[in-house]
């Protein structure tokens, strides 16, 4: 009988040390994790800095634009309709649209190229000419239009020879998308510019160790990292040639369905005391550029997606 409650002791004593483990498992088990207010960052004032931005884009932004539907709000849509879609205004649509078009579109592939020269060669005076890209920002648009008007003109300096071919620039579409060009060309470089700066160049000597040709290295490895610069570049320039007016006006023309642009036509209807019809247009202008940064702006994030999963 000695031997069976030696065992039966042994049992118990194995039980209650398993019980004691399992208490203090219990115990130790980590709690469930609270869900308590956070700070938005670790310096205070996220609220006033929050409340401020939204004030101040209140009353730059929004209040002005609130204004301009309110201003047509006594319009019915039927005249909301005739006003923007009359004959006259279709033209200039067509124009602005256009000429914007092609500038932005030119900006884009002359713009890489600039930025490419900048960033990746050094030669005398490249400060200088670096700095003469932001010129047009700081540049009074109308001097830009008197100077271009001056130079494109045939009896200008380029004007007079490009007349002896039969090639008039000034007061025609040609005139009005060179002076979107000089206007909206910074947009493209300095969207490209720190994206090429950034780049490493181990990944193109990688790839050229790896057999690959000049062509294959920009096409697989520079130009699908440069490719939402490029589209945020032609956005930005595309959007800026829509609204542009003092550069362009000296040069367009001006010559109703044909060199009128549709910021001309607005200033014109302001001059004839037309201002529901002002509205109504750039109501118009003012959708359709909304529209397009929106779209470019989806685009310019499907493809930094697209080129993180493929990284």
Known sequence: MGAPAKSLSGLRQNIDTSVLEAQRL????????????????????FGLSLGYTILYLSLIVLLPLMALFLKISSLHWAQFWHIVSAPRVLASYELTFGTSLLAASINTIFGFVLAWVFTRYTFPGKAIFDAFIDLPFALPTAVAGIALTTLYADSGWIGRLLAHFNIHLAFSASGITIAMIFVTLPFVIRSVQPVLQEMEKEVEEAASSLGAGRWKTFSRVIFPALLPALITGFGLSFARALGEYGSVVFIAGNMPMKTEITSLLIITKLEQYDYVGATSIAIVMLISSFILLLGINALERRSRRFQEAKG
């Open 26 to 45: 219990i115990v130790e088990q980590p709690r469930p994790l609270r869900i308590t207010r956070t700070r938005a960052g670790i310096l205070p004032g």
